[in-house]
């Protein structure tokens, strides 16, 4: 599943306007674009 830059960085934002535990998983399941 190709995932791109745009909806990449749009992803960082809404992760990182978050403070949650299952937002890190999310990140670390996206291998890093957060």
């Known amino acids: ?3 791109s830059e ?3 960085e749009k992803l960082k934002e809404i ?3 978050q403070d949650n535990p ?5 990140r670390i399941a996206f ?3 957060g």
Request: avoid cysteine; aromatic fraction near 6%.
């Open 1 to 3: 599943m190709h995932i």
């Open 6 to 8: 745009k909806a990449a």
């Open 15 to 17: 992760i990182a306007a």
């Open 22 to 26: 299952q937002d890190t998983q999310l």
């Open 31 to 33: 291998g890093g674009f």
